[in-house]
């Protein structure tokens, strides 16, 4: 077996807040983006986002890759230009190039800050042999309240892309600038190559407790081909446990 190991430069930060329980005033509708992506790994998905309203939680950067095997990963991002903090879900539809859909799926992003952004990664399952050549996203917002702290956040470091003749994978440390400790954050890796097309992407929800002052290590498997370079997100999924 034969490795590299490559330290990349850091591609994103995050912000993420607790949510609690009671609704709040972040626009409740459901936003939709069309993308136009190739499923294969090297080839760069449209963004067909909308440009954000003020007040309205949106999704942007739709896209999908596919692996060796046949394996897809979809991606997006939650865009939040509100005053609140909220919990989204975004649902995911792949098409061919006739337009069939080909599988739909969905997955809540971590909770996205007042004026944060929070990428969403997870499988499509797919008829074998089946391309994908686009992919919606929709975002809804499930639950919001006023953001208190908007600048608590999981800063990523260390994010390193690790590659092998049987697997990909960025590697790093969150850290902390909570004021308190909470389990089980949620990250989520969109990976492009050296000119800039998206090549790989990827999630995991993390073990162990997330301590303020204390790197928290971390491992992300990636679906597509060995990237250059990953914006890594991470938020809080716990809501009873962060503030």
């Known amino acids: 077996m034969t490795g590299k190991w490559m330290t990349v430069a850091l591609g994103g930060v995050v912000a993420a807040l607790a949510l609690s329980a009671c609704s709040g ?15 294969a790994a090297s080839e760069q998905p449209a963004d067909a986002a909308p440009t954000p309203e003020a007040g309205k939680v949106t999704v942007e950067g739709v896209g999908a890759v596919t692996d060796q095997y046949g394996m ?12 609140d903090k909220v919990l989204a879900s975004v649902s995911f539809a792949g098409y061919d190039a006739a337009g069939t859909v080909l599988g739909t799926t969905s997955s809540s992003a971590p909770i996205v800050a007042a004026g944060d952004k929070q990428q969403v990664v997870t499988y499509l399952s797919v008829p074998d042999g089946a391309q994908v ?8 917002i499930i639950d919001s309240s006023k953001d208190e702290h908007p600048t608590s956040r ?16 960025v590697t790093g440390t969150l850290d902390s600038a909570f004021d308190q400790s909470f389990t089980n954050p949620g990250l ?3 990976c492009t190559d050296a000119a800039g097309a998206v090549v790989a992407a990827g999630f995991t929800f993390g073990d162990g407790t997330v301590v303020p002052g204390q790197p928290y290590p971390y491992s992300i498997s990636l679906t597509g081909a060995a990237p250059a370079t990953c914006v890594v997100t991470a938020g809080v999924t716990n809501l009873s446990e962060a503030s």
């Open 188 to 190: 989520n890796a969109v």
């Open 154 to 169: 999981l800063t990523p470091a260390q994010v390193t892309v690790q590659s092998d003749d049987y697997s990909i994978k």
């Open 133 to 140: 050549a686009s992919t919606t996203a929709q975002v809804e």
């Open 25 to 39: 005033s972040a626009d409740a509708s459901q936003e939709q983006v069309t993308s136009t992506p190739s499923t």
């Open 72 to 83: 897809v990963a979809v991606y997006a991002t939650v865009v939040n230009p509100t005053t």
